[in-house]
């Protein structure tokens, strides 16, 4: 079962940083693995071109 659609790969995401692999513990990490894999199950997603369009506007 495919989980990503064509037109929605990226998940939405908290305007917040998000804390590098290597500053995280293992269950903040496996957290934030479970809440996108949560949000790609349920379609809670943006269009990529809208994401990206977003971030080029925050240049």
Do not use: C, W
Not at 11 to 32: L, Q, W
Not at 43 to 51: K, L, R, Y
């Amino acid at each position: 079962m495919a989980i990503l659609k064509k037109t929605r790969v990226i998940a939405r995401i908290e305007k917040k940083s998000i804390p590098i692999r290597e500053e995280m513990s293992n269950d903040a990490f496996h957290a934030m693995m479970t809440t996108g894999y949560s949000q790609a199950l349920k379609d809670d997603s943006q269009p990529m071109d809208e994401v990206f369009k977003e971030l080029e506007e925050g240049l």
